[in-house]
């Protein structure tokens, strides 16, 4: 008989199994091709960048998806390679050569992966034009959705470029395995001996030891100034805590969850249990025989989950932080009485504002002479204090819809406005001494700091709140004064008309703020980023996902035996439901459970080394966190029950 | 004696149309019998089998284990019948790979949620007598063939089963293996009283029961039965009737 006859033969009826490999394939093109028309659509791209970021960005991004598409696709090749070397063992009994096997692997490679490919550009195609649409919705572009075809050709011709030196590289990797593979290891190979697992206690303490150590060293990175990240220096502190983590991770995998889980068998009340018995050994065993490609899916599964959470900290926070930069919704310093009122007149005449409020506040600028002054007080160009009366701070609070608990003030105590919290709050109940004119002073004493700023920190920083009396004996002196306006009302912060129509009369004005406008030039930056990087995110989610879907769809092909004799044992399906259930669970709860815990971890450090911390609260890291935790979790799930269903189905049709 | 099994025109068809699997058969079985079943390949031993121990349905018919009439169970209560009075033993050992043999061992009485210390106690004394004790905290692919029965044969006997199904056990063995199987199964049944049903199409294997039905086309044509004879003896009965109902099959 011919080979190809019986490749064919073999291939209806393992048909579930090609499907698989096909179907694994095709998604990993559709998601390929759609990104590739994504990143070679001239119109989007013109559109969302203006200087070239986007392309390089989405070039890097692009080299980086096709190697791990590579990856992807010699490694579900090679997967279902092992599990036919039996196949082609008796092929090679029946005295078929090496070559001949290859040419049928070839040959089968050739027509999964076009077809793959057909499949693939089709979805992907269908795809790229929903993103399209997203983008377009999300950035607000003007673009006729119309304009751009549903087939880029330059991308099929890509695509194809790139599924062409795929095969190449599956057929020389199958040339190296059926090489160095002789007949009767061909033949053993798909149910190879296992060598009796061995759990080195050492080793699992080690795994134990360096993950948590790494830990350690990613949250060292908290304590500011005094932490190894400061005094060894971020980038080594960095590589060596990468490398603890991941050192940690292999070994936890490899030998300390088999060795949990061998002292848990240990105990024998919990071993003798009707679930137990089957589950715990089973685990035990798929843990050893996976620990490759479990470590592999922690690690990308760690590796994207910070990369995407970091991503969306960085764009969330700065949106965030626009509360603090600009308190109110609109910001100016009055220089001019006539510009001021013509200023809320427009506000005022612009069609949807309904209910406008606004206040002037006249700060004094005084310079302190002791020794202890916050960090605030030299920061811009000529050092000082920003003195505001506390009815002011009061009335400002109250425009801007925020409470303060502040007690009322004494003559000699003054409230500091931080720009960043600082641990241990240092600077209450320092006294300053505020220099009035050459032989008056007075001394204030900070009864306590807040964040809440009245006044944006382009036109005042260092604000210190002082009593109301004081603010009247002081202005006496005739210390140089500058006057501020805030607007603000319902909506207001993100209403695009006022900020429009206010634009003409301030332009160029660097002190002129608005919320509305600062939090349209965080996303413009970063959209494209944060698209590119939800890319890749959700191809490494979707990739680890089927990864895992596979591993356990093939090996509960192989557990089929093992189900039917647990029924005849007395085993019900419900019973044997969750059995198969748990398996699957275990399985996915170890990239879930160290992902995620790493990624937390990885971003505590990211945010304390990276972001300029104005907030000052935990929510606005936990949210952003969250986001990406969420995603990931819904991915998962959505996969586990795939699974399961996929696994159920397989077990309990004949 | 008491009957432990009784089978009343039991009949199987896989499809409409087509040859019965089973054909009306009708048999009982006493409580402590070493029951062997033959027949050529495709006769309808194994279908037999799996309508005697709740796998499969027959189409028409009643069967009765115990005092239970286990046709009528639903998919539940026929497992919950295995568990506390079903034995397995088949060709291909089906151990569980992941388990150690202890471990495999130890699955029927975990399921009828006995007590670790009794676990153990049963495990030790069946490991001593299937001579596995070496074996206990190996895994199943580091035994032999005939290991490995001998572990499924002492999964299958440790609850102490009402009746013990065995389907070719001794198919994949080499001869020395089998005939020490088979010398453990006679002494299980006899110490035990456990009541076994054997499927072979082996003549050798099948001397070692006390009765035996012959089947073909999905019937019992014919019962020979050991009585007080030598198993040599019973043997050549045995391979002189085969020999001429394949004669008279000509
Ligand atoms: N699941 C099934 N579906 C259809 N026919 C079957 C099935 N199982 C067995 N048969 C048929 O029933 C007959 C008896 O088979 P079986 O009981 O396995 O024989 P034995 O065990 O004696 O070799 C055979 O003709 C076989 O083809
Ligand atoms: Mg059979």
């Known amino acids: ?654 | 004696m008491k009957a432990i099994l009784t089978a009343r025109d039991v009949i199987k068809f896989y499809n409409k149309n087509q040859v019965a699997g089973l054909n009306k058969v009708s048999l009982d079985i006493e409580s402590g019998e070493f029951i062997g079943i033959m027949g050529v390949s495709g006769s309808g031993k194994t279908t037999l089998l799996n309508i005697l121990s709740t796998i499969d349905r027959p189409t028409s018919g009643d069967i009765v284990i115990n005092g239970v009439k286990i046709n009528k169970l639903n998919e539940k209560k026929a497992a919950d019948f295995r568990k506390s009075n079903l034995g397995f033993i088949f060709q291909e050992y089906y151990l569980l790979d992941s388990l150690t043999v202890k471990e495999n061992i130890s699955v029927p009485l975990t399921l009828l949620k006995k007590s670790p210390q009794e676990i153990e106690v049963s495990i030790n004394s069946l490991a001593e007598r299937f001579g596995i004790k070496e074996q206990l905290s190996k895994y199943p692919n580091q035994l032999s063939g005939g290991q490995k029965q001998r572990v499924a044969a002492a999964r299958a006997i440790i609850k102490k089963p009402s009746l013990l199904f065995a389907d070719e056990p001794t198919g994949a063995l080499d001869s020395k293996s089998a005939t020490a199987l088979l010398h453990k199964l006679r002494e299980v049944n006899e110490e035990l009283q456990t009541t076994i049903l054997m499927v072979t199409h082996d003549a050798y294997t099948a001397s070692f029961s006390s009765r035996i039905l012959i089947f073909r086309d999905g019937n019992i044509i014919k019962e020979i039965r050991r009585n007080n004879r030598t198993r040599k003896e019973f043997l050549e009965d045995i391979l002189t009737e085969v020999t001429s109902i394949e004669v008279s099959n000509e």
């Not at chain 1, 969850?257 to 089973?282: A, C, D, G």
């Not at chain 1, 006044?455 to 004064?481: C, H, V």
């Not at chain 1, 709860?589 to 790493?598: E, K, Q």
Request: aromatic residues 12%.
């Open chain 1, 1 to 654: 008989m011919d080979l190809l006859k019986i490749a064919y033969k073999n291939l209806k009826t393992n048909f579930s199994f090609y499907s698989l490999y096909f179907i694994s394939v095709a998604f990993v093109l559709m998601v390929f091709f759609s990104f590739i028309s994504f990143a070679m659509n001239d119109v989007i791209m013109e559109k969302i960048s203006s200087d070239g970021r986007v392309e390089t960005m989405s070039k890097t991004v692009a080299v980086f998806v096709m190697a791990f598409v590579l990856f992807y696709m010699s490694y579900s090749n090679s997967f279902f390679l092992k599990r036919r070397m039996k196949e082609l063992g008796i092929y090679s009994l029946l005295g078929y050569r090496k070559s001949s096997m290859l040419k049928l692997l070839t040959i089968e490679n050739i027509v999964i992966c076009l077809l793959s490919l057909l499949t693939g550009v089709i979805l992907g195609a269908i795809l790229h034009k929903g993103i399209i649409e997203v983008i377009i919705r999300v950035l607000k572009l003007q673009i006729e959705t119309s304009t751009i075809p549903l087939f880029n050709y330059g991308a099929i011709l890509f695509t194809l470029s790139f599924v062409f030196a795929a095969l190449i590289v599956l057929f020389l990797s199958n040339w190296i395995v059926l090489r160095n593979s002789s007949v009767l290891n061909l033949v053993r190979m798909e149910k190879r001996e296992e060598k009796k697992i061995k759990i080195r206690l050492s080793l699992s303490i080690a795994g134990l030891l360096f993950m948590v150590l790494g830990y350690i060293l990613a949250f060292d990175i908290t304590r500011g100034v005094e932490s190894l990240w400061k005094t060894i220096g971020f980038s080594p502190m960095a590589l060596l805590t990468m490398l603890t983590v991941v050192i940690g991770t292999i070994f936890f995998i490899h030998s300390f969850l088999p060795f949990s889980i061998h002292k848990l068998e240990q105990r024998k009340n919990w071993l003798y249990k009707e679930m137990n018995i089957i589950v715990l050994p089973n685990f035990k065993y798929k843990i050893r025989s996976k620990a490759k490609t479990l470590i592999l899916l922690t690690l990308l599964a760690a590796g994207t989950l910070s990369l995407f959470a970091s991503t969306v900290l960085s764009v969330y926070y700065p949106l965030a932080a626009t509360e603090r930069i600009i308190p109110s919704a609109i910001e100016f310093p009055v220089e001019d009485k006539g510009m001021a009122s013509k200023a809320l007149e427009i506000v005022k005449g612009t069609n949807n504002v309904e209910d406008m409020k606004y206040s002037e506040t006249t700060i004094i600028q005084v310079t302190s002479s002791s020794a202890n002054l916050p960090f605030e007080y030299s920061v811009k160009g000529a050092s000082g204090f920003d003195l505001v009366s506390e009815s002011d701070y009061r009335e400002l609070i109250a425009l801007q819809n925020k409470t303060a608990k502040i007690e009322k003030l004494e003559d000699d105590e003054a409230i500091l406005v931080k720009y960043r919290p600082e641990e241990g709050d240092p600077d209450k109940g320092n006294v300053y001494n505020l220099n009035l004119s050459a032989s008056d002073n007075v001394e204030v004493m900070v009864k306590e700091t807040t964040l809440i700023n009245p006044i944006g920190f382009a036109n005042s920083i260092a604000t210190l709140i002082i009593s109301d009396t004081l603010y009247q004996k002081i202005k006496t002196f005739g210390l140089p004064e500058k006057t501020i306006m805030s607007i603000d009302g319902q909506n207001m912060r993100e209403n695009k008309e006022v900020y429009e129509n206010l634009e003409p009369l301030f332009r160029d004005d660097p002190y002129f703020a608005s919320s509305y406008q600062r939090n349209e030039v965080i996303t413009q930056a970063n959209s494209s980023t944060f698209l590119l990087i939800a890319f890749v995110t959700i191809i490494f989610f979707v990739a680890t996902g089927s990864i895992l879907y596979f591993h356990n769809i093939s090996s509960i092909m192989g557990d089929k035996d093992d189900f039917m004799i647990l029924n005849r044992m007395g085993y019900n399906n419900k019973m044997m439901k969750k059995i198969i259930n748990k398996q699957i669970l275990a399985l996915f709860c170890i990239p879930y459970v160290l992902g995620v815990t790493h990624s937390t971890f990885a971003i505590i450090a990211y945010k304390s080394a990276l972001m300029d911390d104005l907030l000052g609260r935990n929510s606005a890291f936990i949210l952003p966190v969250l986001v990406a935790v969420v995603i990931f979790t819904i991915v998962y799930i959505i996969y586990y029950m795939v699974t399961v269903r996929a696994c159920h189905k397989i077990i309990f049709t004949n």
